[in-house]
């Protein structure tokens, strides 16, 4: 079975700063995506970004953007200019090329101070 | 409504007691899916449903739980002779196909805390 690590529980950045989550993923697949989904205090989850393993260019989406290193099972997140709202858990998820099911790691707490 | 809406919001029950919780995913949505989030850990996956079908269930994690999506909008998890155990918030997410690659709406989630 495909395992999602995320290796961090907590981090903080300063406002306006900016932030990496790592994140490793164990899979024999050759063809998967990978998401990372933000959930506030009100349990709600959304979608951040999204990357599609055979894509070797990294993801990018406002102020946030992925360092995908496909050889070393690695998604990492970096949010650029960090916002008050930012702070939140972030998870990241494995989902099969094959198989509808994703795989959520742990989670990593950010914290963004003023 | 516009997005995924999950109720009851919180449910409490007593051990042994039988639960139903029920998601209403966005109108159009054919691929629907439920998962489960203990206390400090990320969702956990339980089943996924394309249309009226379980595409995939291999996620319940015994034969106390079922779901079921008889018109392939509303769906219904239900949990019978409930555990400690069983205590997380239930998170339902549906997307507008079963492509993997789809975005994935998620509700609010139920809290259900068994005492």
């Known amino acids: 079975a495909q395992t999602v690590t995320q290796s961090q529980p907590e981090m903080s950045v300063q406002e306006a700063e900016t932030v990496t989550l790592s994140c490793t993923y164990d899979?024999?697949?050759?063809?998967?995506?990978l998401f990372w989904y933000k959930q506030p205090p009100s349990r709600q989850m959304i979608l951040v970004i999204r990357?599609?393993?055979?894509?070797?260019q990294n993801a990018t989406e406002n102020r946030f953007s992925v360092n995908f290193q496909k050889a070393a099972k690695s998604f990492s997140l970096k949010i650029s200019d960090s916002q008050l709202g930012d702070a939140a858990m972030y998870f990241c998820?494995?989902?099969?090329?094959?198989?509808?099911?994703?795989?959520f790691g742990s989670g990593t707490k950010l914290n963004v101070k003023p | 409504g516009a997005g995924v809406s999950q109720t009851p919001s919180n449910k409490v029950t007593e051990k042994g007691k039988y639960v139903e919780l029920r998601c209403d995913p966005i109108?159009?949505?054919?691929?629907l899916y439920w998962y489960r989030q203990s206390l400090g850990q990320g969702p956990e996956f339980l089943i996924y449903?394309?249309?009226?079908?379980?595409?995939?269930d291999s996620g319940l994690p015994n034969d106390r739980f079922f779901a079921v999506r008889p018109e392939g909008s509303v769906s219904t998890l239900k949990i019978q002779r409930t555990e400690r155990g069983d205590s997380a918030v239930y998170l339902c997410?549906?997307?507008?196909?079963?492509?993997?690659?789809?975005?994935?709406?998620f509700g609010p989630g139920t809290r259900l805390t068994v005492l």
């Open positions: 997410a549906s997307s507008s196909s079963g492509t993997p690659y789809n975005e994935q709406f």
């Open positions: 990357q599609e393993a055979y894509k070797q």
């Open positions: 899979t024999s697949e050759s063809d998967y995506y």
């Open positions: 998820a494995y989902n099969s090329y094959n198989f509808n099911k994703f795989y």
């Open positions: 109108s159009g949505h054919t691929a």
């Open positions: 449903f394309q249309g009226t079908g379980a595409a995939d």
